[in-house]
């Protein structure tokens, strides 16, 4: 069996939901094997080539990519990958845009030379001025979004890290990503986005069915996916909103040959 790594652009496929990936990764994560590094390490590789590609960044320079970090896992991956294009010399910006952070893989990446943007303030405090706390809520919402507008325009590449397969059924994102999101699709809508590669899938979509809660969905020019394609990303709006597919192999591909996937190509 060939190592685990980047496999290249998927062109035949088929989908599998995310209880089928996780039940795959499960004796690995339990023997320990590091899955999270590996997919990180093919991510990593995988945004390396597309800002060496002058279809996608003509300019000359190491090129640079904007974070976009959700409180999981998803988040995580994105974090290492950064921590891995950073250490490679790229110009790499971290933006928080859940309550919590994967606390390995940003401090991974500050210590690889990648620089962190203002953040939202922890709500999941209780204080006793519920109106108070929402107002500040809102007023971190608008500031990200404008901080996301400004970072976004100066990146070369936009990474979504929001949400993966963690979240089930088709889900809307959750104040401030919320917002930022919508001030990257401006962006798209003025013409001005810059590339977008989405982390296993694009945050929001139901990974087993493609569906959508609403239109804050960032639309992916290249989703990553890691270990098996997610049957999201072949139907139903997700399909469209997904882009070219990539798959890093993480390993678990002998556990899904035995398993019916959701989705046959």
Do not use: C, W
């Not at 804050?216 to 990303?233: C, N």
Request: charged residues 20%; glycine residues 14%; without cysteine.
């Amino acid at each position: 069996m060939s190592p685990p790594g980047y496999r290249g652009t998927v062109v035949a496929m088929d989908g599998y939901g995310g209880d089928q990936i996780r039940a795959a990764e499960r004796p690995h994560l339990d023997a320990g094997e590091p899955l999270m590094q590996r997919a990180a390490d093919g991510l990593a590789r995988i945004v390396g080539g597309l800002l060496d590609d002058p279809a996608v960044r003509p300019a000359d320079g190491p090129g640079s990519v904007l974070l976009l970090v959700g409180s999981g896992d998803n988040g995580g991956d994105a974090l290492f990958a950064g921590a891995r294009l950073a250490a490679g010399g790229r110009r790499v910006t971290v933006l928080r845009v859940g309550a919590r952070v994967h606390g390995a893989g940003l401090a991974a990446a500050l210590d690889a030379g990648a620089r962190l943007l203002d953040r939202p303030s922890d709500t999941g405090s209780v204080r006793p001025a519920a109106d108070l706390l929402a107002a500040a809520s809102r007023d971190d919402a608008a500031r990200l979004a404008a901080v996301a507008t400004d970072a976004a325009l100066e990146a070369d590449l936009v990474l979504d890290g929001i949400l993966g397969i963690g979240v089930h059924g088709a889900s809307a994102l959750r104040s401030p990503a919320r917002e930022v999101v919508a001030a990257i699709r401006q962006l798209a809508r003025d013409q001005r986005a810059p590339f977008v590669v989405a982390v296993d899938v694009p945050s929001g979509i139901d990974v087993d069915t493609g569906a959508i809660a609403d239109d804050h969905v960032l639309q992916a020019d290249v989703t990553v996916t890691f270990g098996g394609v997610k049957a999201g990303l072949l139907r139903g709006p997700g399909a469209s909103l997904a882009g070219r597919i990539e798959l890093v192999d993480v390993g678990i591909g002998a556990d899904l040959a035995g398993v019916e996937p959701l989705v046959r190509t």
